[in-house]
C-alpha cells in the first residue's frame, strides 16, 4: 500500500509538472488560459480503442525523454474493452491501418494486459516477463500546438513513470 501511495503521489506531481510546462510555454493570451486547462486525466473509455504514436520533433523527444524505450518512429496501440492490450512498432508504415493491425494480431496468443487504478488515477499495462509499466494518461481537450507539435481534441497524453513516480518518458497518440 505504501508504494501505491508513493506512485500515486509521483503522477499527481508529474501531472502538475507536465501542465506547468504546457502551461508557461503556450499560454492562451486571448482568454488568460494556460494549456494547463486543456487536458485531463483520461477514463478508461475514453483510451478503448487503435491508436497511433504522433512523432514528436526530435529536440523536443530529447528534451523531455529521459530515457526511450521504444525509438521506432511507427508505433501503434490496441486498448480491448476486456482489458487485453497489444502494441506494435516499425521502423516504416505510416500508413497502417485498423484493419492491418487486426490482421497482423489475428490468432496470436495475447497475455498483455492493461487496467486502469481508478483509485489511483493511472494505468498498468503488464507484459508475460516484464515488470508493470505505470502510465498517467491525460486527454487533450481542444487543439493546442506546443513546440512543434500539435495535440488534437482528444489525443492522449502518456507519461510513463518510473518506481518512484518520476516521468521518465512521454509518448502523443491520436486515434486512429
Not at 494556460?34 to 526530435?58: C, L, N
Not at 500508413?95 to 481508478?118: A, H, I, P, W, Y
Not at 494518461?137 to 493546442?144: K, N, P, W
Request: proline residues 3%.
Amino acid at each position: 500500500m505504501k508504494m501505491k501511495k508513493m506512485v500515486l503521489v509521483g503522477f499527481l506531481a508529474v501531472f502538475l509538472s507536465v501542465l506547468g510546462m504546457f502551461a508557461t510555454v503556450n499560454a492562451a493570451p486571448e482568454t488568460g488560459a494556460s494549456a494547463s486547462t486543456k487536458f485531463h486525466f483520461a477514463s478508461r473509455s475514453e483510451v478503448i480503442g487503435y491508436w497511433k504514436m504522433i512523432q514528436m520533433p526530435e529536440e523536443t523527444r530529447q528534451k523531455i525523454n529521459q530515457i526511450d524505450p521504444w525509438p521506432l518512429p511507427y508505433q501503434w496501440f490496441i486498448f480491448y474493452d476486456d482489458g487485453r492490450y497489444n502494441s506494435a512498432q516499425s521502423s516504416s508504415g505510416s500508413q497502417v491501418t485498423v484493419g492491418d493491425l487486426d490482421r497482423f494480431f489475428s490468432g496470436k496468443e495475447n497475455k498483455s494486459r492493461f487496467e486502469f487504478l481508478e483509485n489511483h488515477g493511472y494505468f498498468r499495462i503488464t507484459q508475460p516477463g516484464e515488470i508493470s509499466q505505470y502510465w498517467a494518461i491525460t486527454v487533450c481537450d481542444e487543439a493546442l500546438d506546443f513546440r512543434g507539435s500539435h495535440f488534437e481534441a482528444g489525443d492522449l497524453l502518456m507519461m510513463l513513470v518510473n518506481k518512484n513516480g518520476e516521468q521518465v518518458y512521454y509518448r502523443h497518440v491520436r486515434r486512429m
